[in-house]
């Protein structure tokens, strides 16, 4: 079955840009999307087809996707930003939904 | 906007069937594909399958034999149902809409919509 990976943790000053990425093999073939979520919360979605993003979500956010990694990216982090953030993707071979295994960004 | 409200038995004995209801208000539950998905304590996201409102449905190689996922369309609702349910299967259970973004004449499964979650309980 498909995997994606994810580094469980990523830390970053704020006003700074963190980066998470998203491991899978030729993932720059699949439609990768991201989702924040906030301790108690649902998963809010917030790129999804590899860049795009939902009406709502801040410019802040924007994600790419080439080769075998996908990349949520977050400029000017808040405080508010604070979440786990997970990939996830379509496996159109085997038509599953599979998420990534998550990571925690904590803001400095 | 359409809002998902998940609903049903918080504390299931091992061996029995954890049954779930997701109500879809605001919008029809047509033309779309309807999921869930599970979150145990502590821990990542696990999708457990789909349904089509037009009742096709497709499941998580690793629950297939204990899951069934339906749909009413006269009710705007789905529904799961997960048998011999273990300690391993206490999480909270979500339900979630599929954006209906189609690429390539396929849907890209991103989930725009979800529900608050309901907390289950496997114990005795």
């Known amino acids: 079955s498909y995997v994606l990976t994810q580094p469980p943790s990523v830390s970053v000053a704020p006003g700074k840009t963190a980066r998470i990425t998203c491991g899978g093999n030729n993932i720059g073939s699949k439609s990768v999307h991201w989702y924040q979520q906030k301790p108690g919360q649902a998963p809010v979605l917030v790129i999804y087809y590899d860049s795009d993003r939902p009406s709502g979500i801040p410019e802040r956010f924007s994600g790419s996707n080439s080769g075998n990694t996908a990349t949520l990216t977050i400029s000017r982090v808040e405080a508010g930003d604070e979440a786990d953030y997970y990939c996830q993707v379509w496996d159109s071979s085997s038509d599953l939904v599979v998420f990534g295994g998550g990571t925690k960004l904590t803001v400095l | 906007q359409v809002q998902l409200q998940e609903s049903g038995p918080g504390l299931v004995k091992p061996s029995e069937t954890l049954s779930l209801t997701c109500t879809v208000s605001g919008g029809s539950i047509s033309s779309y594909y309807w999921s869930w998905i599970r979150q145990p304590p502590g821990k990542g996201l696990e999708w457990i399958g789909y349904?089509?409102?037009?009742?096709?449905?497709n499941y998580n190689p690793s629950l297939k034999s204990r899951v069934t996922i339906s749909v009413d369309t006269s009710k705007n609702q789905f529904s799961l149902k997960l048998s011999s349910v273990t300690a391993a299967d206490t999480a909270v259970y979500y339900c979630?809409?599929?954006?209906?973004?189609?690429?390539?004449?396929?849907?890209?499964?991103?989930?725009?919509?979800w529900g608050q979650g309901t907390m289950v309980t496997v114990s005795s």
């Open positions: 349904i089509y409102y037009s009742g096709s449905t």
């Open positions: 979630a809409r599929d954006n209906g973004v189609v690429v390539a004449a396929t849907p890209i499964f991103a989930f725009d919509i």
